[in-house]
């Protein structure tokens, strides 16, 4: 690892590198939603409560990201900011409501993050498991944690490029075991998920925060716009295309694996990879350690696709001063932000590590942590709708900014209002916790608030 810049180094200029192609901001946004995660264990989750009516649940969820990418197009002409669609909110809303946006991205992604660290961090103990060996408490959470803080320390293109391999391979994974439930399957098709009768406003209510949780990521194609070399055409692009990928996969995954989890008993369904389970029984013996493996790559690169994001937007709040200055420091050879990574990452992987030695399971801090993300990142896209309705953007007619951007507040709204109407009750802790720390978000704003105006 390379050191830190100190006081006794020269500091480098606050700027990154400005350095990556269309293909590597797409990969970003792509390796941060996920793909083969929602495959393996957000359609699960979903359909334990959606049961046939959980493609409904991401039909729903994509019509409200669509609209949502859609509004944050029209911001494409905006200089490209590390603070990600944050600096969209500034341009309609002002300086003070751009960092309180850029702080909630900053919650979005860390709770990104760490769900997904949890879940590969039990995959990598999974794997030492069959090497034979016994692994240690939070062996693989820390070492999973610690690999990605190193990579995306280093030269941005690596790292982009290391998601974009992982990602591809996890999803190749998860279509083949796909072609098989179609081809044969543990029993006859009925295609009952095409047609959910009697399936209650309830069950898709209960599945949609999961939906939603399952796109969160396309967005951050743009905390890549300060490195890209053509911000104005390379972030728009990347955010429509993510959305397509994965709107495409998801509703086909939602339909397929749905029906094909319907064939195994409950206790499996209910269990930590019933996808593997499925494909144990679908394939041949073993058949489920290529699912895990897939899921494995996809989980590595979605925690460090967050992880870039997270360090950006810090690099972002900390350059306007909000966190303290020295976080706005870049790598003296890499050009990366490494002083925010550190600063945003480390304590991060000690909280996920206090929750698991409190002994919650991984599927417990998974839907904890992912409630939390969805509330963060329905608050930034709904600022964001505002600031379109408000603002004046040049190449975007009055009509098309309302009706886009109108449209994309309702139904962040409706969304943002039916997860909140299931999570009363059920969630109350996770909820209080994003209240007090967007509080805390509010008082470093007001402090920091002569420099955000001037």
């Not at 709770?111 to 939070?138: D, E």
């Not at 179609?182 to 095409?194: E, S």
């Not at 679908?282 to 493996?293: C, S, T």
Request: aromatic share 6%; hydrophobic share 55%.
């Amino acid at each position: 690892m390379n050191a830190l810049p100190t006081a006794a180094t020269p500091a480098s200029p606050v700027t990154l590198n400005r350095c990556l192609g269309p293909v590597a901001v797409t990969a970003q946004a792509v390796a941060t939603v996920g793909l083969t995660l929602t495959a393996v264990i957000n359609i699960p989750a979903a359909a334990r409560s959606a049961g046939h009516a959980t493609w409904i649940c991401y039909a729903i969820a994509l019509v409200a990201i669509v609209l949502v990418a859609e509004t944050l197009v029209l911001f494409r002409r905006e200089p490209g900011s590390a603070s990600g669609i944050a600096s969209y909110v500034e341009v309609g809303l002002g300086p003070l409501a751009g960092a309180v946006a850029a702080w909630a991205l900053l919650l979005g992604y860390g709770g990104t993050m760490l769900a997904c660290l949890v879940f590969f961090g039990s995959y990598i103990n999974h794997l030492i498991g069959l090497l034979g060996w016994q692994p240690l408490p939070l062996l693989g959470y820390g070492v999973g944690g610690l690999g990605c803080l190193l990579l995306a320390r280093r030269d941005v293109r690596f790292s982009i490029h290391t998601m974009l391999t992982t990602e591809s391979i996890s999803v190749l994974i998860v279509l083949v075991l796909c072609g098989v439930v179609l081809k044969h399957g543990g029993a006859p098709a009925d295609l009952a998920a095409l047609n959910p009768v009697g399936d209650t406003a309830l069950q898709v209510r209960s599945g949609l925060m999961v939906a939603v949780f399952s796109f969160i990521g396309f967005e951050s194609a743009a905390t890549l716009g300060a490195e890209s070399l053509r911000p104005e055409r390379a972030v728009p692009r990347a955010i429509r295309l993510s959305v397509l990928i994965a709107g495409v996969l998801f509703l086909f995954w939602a339909v397929v694996l749905t029906e094909g989890l319907a064939w195994l008993p409950a206790a499996q369904r209910s269990g930590l990879d019933p996808i593997a389970l499925l494909a144990d029984r679908l394939g041949q013996p073993g058949a489920g350690e290529w699912i895990r493996a897939g899921a494995f790559l996809c989980l590595f690169g979605s925690t460090l696709g967050s992880l870039n994001a997270l360090g950006r937007i810090a690099f972002d709040l900390a350059d306007g001063g909000v966190l303290p200055r020295a976080l706005a420091r870049v790598h003296p050879r890499f050009r990366t932000p490494a002083n925010a990574l550190a600063a945003t990452t480390l304590p991060l992987i000690g909280i996920g590590a206090v929750l698991e030695l409190r002994g919650l399971s991984v599927s417990q801090l998974f839907d904890q942590l992912g409630g939390f993300a969805v509330l963060a990142f329905l608050l930034v896209y709904g600022l964001v709708a505002v600031a379109a309705l408000v603002s004046t953007l040049p190449g975007v007619s009055g009509l098309r900014r309302r009706l886009v951007g109108g449209a994309s507040l309702a139904a962040v709204a409706a969304v943002a209002l039916g997860f909140l109407w299931s999570a009363v009750g059920h969630q109350n802790t996770m909820l209080l916790m994003f209240g007090l720390l967007m509080l805390v978000g509010l008082a470093l704003v007001a402090r920091a608030r002569p420099a955000l105006v001037s």
